[in-house]
T-cell receptor
Framework: DAGITQSPRHKVTETGTPVTLRCHQT?????MYWYRQDPGHGLRLIHY???????DKGEVSDGYSVSRSKTEDFLLTLESATSSQTSVYFC???????????FGDGTRLSIL | EDQVTQSPEALRLQEGESSSLNCSYT??????LFWYRQDPGKGPEFLFT???AGEEKEKERLKATLTKKESFLHITAPKPEDSATYLC????????????FGKGTKLSVKP
């Protein structure tokens, strides 16, 4: 398995609270991505990073922010969680270009 | 608009019964087409990358092929352990690795 660790693996929280998900890699890959996966939808890109402190928005970025202060860590923050953000969140890494992305095992987030 | 459509949504096979999964795509300048396998409660596991029409890749009982409009994942003599959801994704030209995923095909192989 690619060295990708997501934490926490499961989280239940209440509407309006802030939530931060962490993705940690040991592969020294330049690119890191956050996706969400919902029934009836394919994986959808939230944000991605192409280097330390270099990030950009994906298809479904509203309500989310990210930070990358070190190569190995990529954080996803929900500033004020809403029930529509209940989902499974996956982190992925790649070497860039048209190289494949490798995924972590996800964080299941429930917002009540 | 870049788009990926996978069919069928679900497929039930008997062990040993070969079949194919389809991934149709529209994308501005294909940089790569990727196949993944996803087991319940796990992240997608990379299987293949195809870069140009006519290309084929094989791994055990799986073979992926690519044309200008679609890709097929052929499964030969499947076993129960091949049961999973298979995801197809494309990378458009000019993107920084952003993938567009289909909704997947859920494959069940019965002994």
């Amino acid at each position: 398995d690619a060295g990708i660790t997501q934490s926490p693996r499961h989280k239940v929280t209440e509407t309006g609270t802030p939530v931060t998900l962490r993705c940690h890699q040991t592969e020294n890959h330049r690119y890191m991505y956050w996706y969400r996966q919902d029934p009836g939808h394919g994986l959808r890109l939230i944000h991605y990073s192409y280097g330390v402190k270099d990030t950009d928005k994906g298809e479904v970025s509203d309500g989310y922010s990210v930070s990358r202060s070190k190569t190995e860590d990529f954080l996803l923050t929900l500033e004020s969680a809403t029930s529509s953000q209940t989902s499974v969140y996956f982190c992925a890494i790649s070497q860039g270009g048209n190289q494949p992305q490798h995924f972590g095992d996800g964080t299941r987030l429930s917002i009540l | 608009e870049d788009q990926v459509t996978q069919s069928p949504e679900a497929l039930r096979l008997q062990e040993g019964e070969s079949s194919s999964l389809n991934c149709s795509y529209t994308v501005s300048g294909l940089r790569g087409l990727f196949w993944y396998r996803q087991d319940p409660g796990k992240g997608p596991e990379f299987l293949f990358t195809l870069y140009s029409a006519g290309e084929e890749k094989e791994k055990e009982r799986l073979k992926a092929t690519l044309t200008k409009k679609e890709s097929f994942l052929h499964i030969t003599a499947p076993k129960p352990e091949d049961s999973a959801t298979y995801l197809c994704a494309v990378q458009a030209g000019g993107s920084q690795g952003n993938l567009i995923f289909g909704k997947g095909t859920k494959l069940s192989v019965k002994p």
